[in-house]
């Protein structure tokens, strides 16, 4: 499999489709006001790279990572909130997600930002999983999320910048 991750417009059909898929997914495992979804507006905005995962036409994965500003839990440091991250299911173990972390991460470093955070929960074990095994530790609430350890894991990772 020759997979190639790029830029993809939110709205296209076979993105649509994986973030219904990503929806149902994630309305089966939480309470609707635990679930914290950048919606398709959102995903168009200026500040977002949104990437997909493609198999020659067949989108395999998708994510994004939203530029923030500063914030006290940041000690003020702008960073990247990685948001609608998906693998379709049928496409889980060949390392999709991982590369498109990493993908993700690269925005960042071209701006010089220095950290990269997240929200997932507790039913999402292969998430964590990912995210730990690419480097991210769990830390604090951020970004106004509230603290609900019932329904919330927030991750970051960090890196030098020159």
Not at 9 to 37: F, R, T
Not at 113 to 135: F, H, M, N, S, W
């Amino acid at each position: 499999m020759t997979l190639d991750i790029r830029p993809t417009p939110p709205d296209h059909p076979q993105v649509q489709a994986l973030i219904a898929e990503l929806d149902a997914y994630l309305a089966s495992l939480y309470d609707p006001e635990d679930v914290y979804i950048v919606d398709l507006a959102g995903l168009m905005a200026p500040s977002v790279t949104f990437l997909g995962a493609w198999d020659g036409d067949r989108l395999a994965g998708c994510g994004a990572v939203r530029l923030l500003p500063g914030e006290p839990a940041t000690d003020g440091r702008p960073y990247g909130e990685i948001k609608r991250m998906f693998v379709a299911p049928a496409r889980r173990g060949a390392r999709i997600g991982e590369q498109l972390l990493n993908a993700l991460e690269g925005p960042l470093h071209r701006r010089g930002v220095d950290r990269a955070l997240l929200e997932t929960g507790p039913p999402q074990v292969e998430a964590i999983r990912l995210y730990t095994r690419c480097g991210y530790v769990e830390r604090a609430a951020f970004g106004g999320y509230p603290h609900n350890p019932a329904a919330s894991v927030f991750m970051e990772k960090r890196w030098k910048t020159d």
